[in-house]
């Protein structure tokens, strides 16, 4: 049957039902927040002589957690007007109104004995055949159903959420032997397409799929950690981005999520876990079973293995537990050799193997700790998933990884992690044996652009299911590049359209990102009939390379800072008014030089996570390739008859001032970075086939090369002395440095189109001229040159 989600009931209320709420609203869907009536009255509702009748008393639990979730940050939410579409009530009063809702997600508090009552009362209102779902994370699925109709089995199944719900990927779908299976391809396709999450389907086993494995990396991390005699800082040194994992790595990442939820899910597998080989492991260690007594539970407590605390200057100082005394002491900067070897490897695969080569403590912790997460991983297949692809999709969207159990597995090499594995008394389970002896040596391959794995089932590999819907440039390296250097390499998309990838660190963008720009759009006029930017990095790029422009600055060598934004400014104006469409993928991080280069695309196909913003005026510049000229150019545009058209100049001016940067993509749109016709991907690993898919479709729609405008109004000496006066104001009163205001007035200087008596129609290139002028003349400022050592030096502005 066709489905379609209007509407979303969320029965809880708490940090992840407000959470789920507030990413539903986030794509549009309308939401019913519903919870508990409170018992008793507050001490101010008393003053305000309320009763528990009060609807303002009943409504709020429900309505203090969503105005929680929305002032959070970061944010659960794109855009802060979206919390309209949420509707809020109590489960008394409104439980009626899920009637009208598609789907029902259940989010209480982890008591199967509430969470009957809960589908009691959902029983009487749902309307037969809506979506009915549980985001547990520890009860299992088939216990809710009892005494449930058979239309409401059919339609029941586990939605499990990470959380933020917004910011993690995952979402595991559980259903039971009653569901129906059209239930489950439906959630699995609206997940991923309209969620924007990686769905991996889960068995109905204790923790699932990613807190199985999750927590049993932690706890054999923990037991390792132990065997050598490393420490909290030591551990989370090796176990961070240097591997593949997130910033907060381990002990800081067990703060956020709360020793709390630790202990529950390692004693709940511990429970049940008589099949499990490794139950033994799941058992606390004396400190945090003490912790846990405590109330040392992380950043909801105020400590954790971490403490915050003040030194005797009133300086922030983090404080890291001994977790053999459980006293606090100062964290340490620990140095391995191994890590020192690691350092120039920009490659994570290569970093990795490199790593497991060495014999150092920090080699032996990562070798010891992937030993036993791959014996763990061969035993749970078939218990916890039929396919080990799943697995991995499920470590890498719910616990931040970039490479998955079977992935580290393959870059050591399936045979020899074996041979090592048994050395240091792992043993991997059968089948992984089976399939070496059959002559396959890895658990992935990659064929004619496609990935595929190994199923244990037919001994055969496999394409995996849903992925052609995804273009991963990784595949495609082997057979489809065109052409490269060492910032950027064109990548054949297949239909007629072309990619242009950069891979200079962050992305930034240099001599060699330049070049490949300018080679993308000679090839693809010639040989293709339309242009992709994007990559699949975990950014888009993070600007210009002003490390070189702060050398260059320091030397005096400002023709070679000339010629570098020339150049650049050629090549966006290149790039927009070139005979094919060129569509931008921007992602993450889109700063300063990244954002120009999208906002002179053709069409915007931006990650919902995209983070755009013009940030030059952090480093005391202007944006200067481009930027500030086409931002111009969008005002201009919006003028209308009637416009006081000095406010409309003035929100851009400011934003670019102010280094406003959009905290998603909705953002983006009300920053003007995107416009009307732009659009979001939602599942990221859809984004290149989104921008290709719109490539063609521009290309198709008889796209014809565009005239440069030559009549951009611009309003000359009226507006300049506006912002003049602001800025003047502004230092007066103590809010800018008397720096800020000279970047500001070069801004202006540029928006208003220079010392024009009146308003005043230029071209694009006059524009230009004028930003490059301003942007250089800025470069032999002193105090510009320290914002731009403070960036690189300690990665924070600098504001004199």
């Known amino acids: 049957m066709k489905r379609l989600i209007k509407k979303v009931a969320v029965l809880g209320s708490g940090v992840m039902g407000s959470r789920i709420a507030c990413h539903f609203a986030n794509i549009g869907v309308q939401v019913l927040l519903l919870d508990i009536v409170p018992r008793e009255l507050t001490p101010d509702e008393e003053k305000k002589g309320l009763t528990l009748e009060s609807k303002h ?126 239930v489950v391809d439906f959630l699995m396709h609206y997940g991923d397409l309209y969620l924007g999450k990686t769905t991996v389907l889960a068995k109905d086993t204790p923790a699932f799929i990613a807190n199985r494995v999750g927590i049993y990396a932690i706890m054999q991390g923990l037991q390792v950690m132990n065997k050598l005699g490393l420490n909290v800082d030591e551990v989370d040194r090796i176990t961070g981005p240097i591997i593949g994992r997130p910033k907060s790595a381990t002990f800081r990442t067990l703060d956020v999520v709360g020793l709390d939820t630790l202990a529950n899910v390692a004693n709940g597998l511990y429970q049940t876990g008589e099949k499990d080989e490794s139950r033994e492991l799941f058992k606390l260690p004396d400190y945090l079973q003490k912790m846990v007594e405590n109330k040392w539970l992380g950043d909801k407590t105020g400590q954790g293995f971490y403490k915050k605390t003040k030194d005797a200057k009133g300086k922030t100082e983090i404080l890291t537990l001994d977790l053999n005394t459980l006293e606090y002491g100062p964290k340490q900067r620990p140095k391995f050799q191994s890590l020192e070897i690691l350092k120039p490897i920009e490659d994570l695969k290569k970093r990795v193997k490199t790593f497991s080569k060495q014999n150092d403590k920090a080699a032996q912790f990562f070798n010891e700790s992937l030993y036993g997460l791959f014996q763990y991983v061969s035993n749970r297949i078939p218990e916890i998933s039929d396919e080990l692809y799943r697995i991995d999709d499920a470590m890498r969207a719910g616990f931040g990884w970039e490479l998955g159990p079977f992935e580290y597995w393959d870059v050591i090499g399936a045979r020899e992690g074996v041979q090592r594995m048994i050395e240091a008394g792992y043993q991997p389970a059968a089948w992984v044996e089976e399939m070496l002896n059959q002559g396959k040596e890895s658990f992935y391959i990659v064929e004619s652009g496609n990935r595929r794995y190994y199923d244990i089932q037919s001994k055969e590999y496999k394409a995996i299911p849903g992925v052609e819907n995804f273009i991963i440039l990784d595949n495609l390296r082997s057979n489809k590049v065109v052409w490269k250097n060492t910032g950027a390499t064109l990548i054949d998309l297949g239909d007629g359209i072309l990619n242009v990838e950069f891979h200079t660190k962050m992305n930034t963008i240099g001599g060699d990102v330049v070049q490949g720009l300018n080679k993308g759009i000679e090839i693809a006029e010639k040989e293709f009939r339309g242009m992709v930017v994007g990559s699949q990095a975990a950014n888009f790029s993070a600007g210009a390379n002003v490390g070189l422009i702060y050398m260059y600055a320091l030397e005096q060598e400002y023709d070679e800072i000339n010629f570098m934004i020339k150049q650049f400014q050629d090549t966006m104006m290149r790039m927009r008014y070139s005979a094919i469409p060129v569509v931008g993928a921007p992602h993450g991080l889109t700063l300063g030089g990244g954002c120009e280069l999208n906002l002179h695309c053709d069409h915007v196909q931006a990650a919902a996570e995209t983070y755009m913003g013009l940030v030059e005026f952090g480093v005391g510049l202007i944006p200067g390739g481009g930027g500030t000229k086409e931002m111009t150019l969008r005002a201009a545009e919006m003028y209308e008859e009637g416009d006081i058209e000095y406010n409309t100049l003035k929100n851009i001016y400011l934003n670019i ?75 007066s009163g103590g809010y800018i440095s008397e720096h800020d205001q000279k970047i500001s007035h070069k801004l202006a200087y540029v928006m208003c189109g220079g010392d024009l008596s009146a308003p005043t129609d230029v071209s694009e290139q006059y524009l230009l001229d004028l930003e490059r002028e301003a942007f250089l003349s800025l470069t032999g400022e002193r105090k510009t040159l320290e914002r731009i050592q403070s960036i690189l030096t300690t990665g924070k502005p600098l504001r004199n």
């Open 57 to 182: 008393v009943r409504n709020r639990i429900v309505n203090s957690a969503l105005e929680a979730a929305i002032k959070s940050n970061p944010s659960p939410l794109y855009r802060k007007s979206d919390a309209r579409l949420i509707q809020t009530g109590n489960f008394e009063d409104n439980m009626k109104d899920i009637a009208s809702a598609d789907w029902t997600i259940e989010v209480v508090v982890e008591n199967l004995k509430i969470k009957h009552s809960v589908f009691e009362q959902v029983e009487k209102h749902r309307k037969p055949g809506t979506l009915i779902t549980s985001n547990t994370s520890g009860i299992p699925i088939h216990m809710m159903l009892e005494g449930r109709s058979d239309d409401f089995k059919k339609h029941f199944c586990g939605t499990h959420f990470f959380n933020p719900p917004r910011y993690l990927k995952l979402l595991e779908i559980i259903p039971t032997p009653e569901t129906d299976q059209d």
């Open 657 to 731: 001032g102010m280094a406003k940067v959009s905290t998603s993509a909705k953002e983006a749109f009300d920053l003007g970075f995107m416009r009307q016709g732009d659009a979001i991907t939602l599942n990221i690993n859809r984004q290149i086939a989104d921008a290709k898919a719109q490539a063609i479709r521009l290309a198709e729609a008889g796209y014809t090369q565009p005239a440069k405008k030559t009549k951009i109004k611009v309003q000359g000496k009226g507006a300049l002395g506006m912002f003049l006066t602001g800025a003047s104001a502004m230092v």
